[in-house]
Antibody, heavy 122, light 107 residues
Framework: EVQLVESGGGLVQPGGSLRLSCAASGFTFSSYWMSWVRQAPGKGLEWVANIKQDGSEKYYVDSVRGRFTISRDNAKNSLYLQMNSLRAEDTAVYYC???????????????WGQGTMVTVSS | EIVLTQSPGTLSLSPGERATLSCRAGQSVSGSYLAWYRQKPGQAPRLLIYGASSRATGIPDRFSGSGSGTDFTLTISRLEPEDFAVYYCQQYGSPYTFGQGTKLEIK
């Protein structure tokens, strides 16, 4: 079964850091670009970042560039999101997502994890 | 970035009725790289339509997508109870953007 499972969410103070993980299974992880997408409570979806198969290219939404770092470990079939200098507006459910087509940098997401909640509050 | 505006914000219909959801882009979406998702409460989004009109794997044929350029439509021909949810459009150019969502509620 193709599956993505996120972990690492929790409560963190403003200015703090958190590292999210996403474990992939059931497909050739190293063949796909991968993304993080977030959803603030009661709000819509926002793409956060994506990373190329070998980690050599990364793209970020403007609001997190310089604070968040996306990375991956293909040997462990895992995707990560290091979040620093966290703000209240980063509070959201964070999903990892796989694009529909192997090798495409920008594509619809056909596989989503269940999400992990990040709350930034004092 | 391409701004997507969905309408209506909320749509109230009964099971068995036809639903028409709209997604308008602030500039032309290249290659019809437009997708639709359904999100039920407490769940991750599920891909319904990609390439503006292609149904994703396992999606019933009561779901159809159409449009090109800046105007796109998701049509649900006969609403089932599980279709009452929030729907998002997404353009997958560079960078990704999503619409703000349409809530489909039971009348």
């Amino acid at each position: 079964e193709v599956q993505l499972v996120e972990s690492g969410g929790g409560l963190v103070q403003p200015g703090g850091s958190l590292r999210l993980s996403c474990a992939a299974s059931g497909f050739t992880f190293s063949s796909y670009w991968m993304s993080w997408v977030r959803q603030a409570p009661g709000k819509g979806l926002e793409w956060v970042a994506n990373i190329k198969q070998d980690g050599s290219e990364k793209y970020y939404v403007d609001s997190v560039r310089g604070r968040f770092t996306i990375s991956r470990d293909n040997a462990k079939n895992s995707l990560y999101l290091q979040m620093n200098s966290l703000r209240a507006e980063d509070t959201a459910v964070y999903y990892c997502a796989r694009p529909l087509t192997r090798g495409w940098v920008w594509d619809a997401f056909d596989i989503w994890g269940q999400g992990t909640m990040v709350t930034v509050s004092s | 970035e391409i701004v997507l505006t969905q309408s209506p914000g909320t749509l109230s219909l009964s099971p068995g009725e036809r639903a028409t959801l709209s997604c308008r882009a602030g500039q032309s979406v290249s290659g019809s790289y437009l997708a639709w998702y359904r999100q039920k409460p407490g769940q991750a989004p599920r891909l319904l339509i990609y390439g503006a009109s292609s149904r994703a794997t396992g999606i019933p044929d009561r779901f159809s997508g159409s449009g090109s350029g800046t105007d796109f439509t998701l049509t649900i021909s006969r609403l089932e109870p599980e279709d009452f949810a929030v729907y998002y459009c997404q353009q997958y150019g560079s960078p990704y953007t999503f619409g703000q969502g349409t809530k489909l509620e039971i009348k």
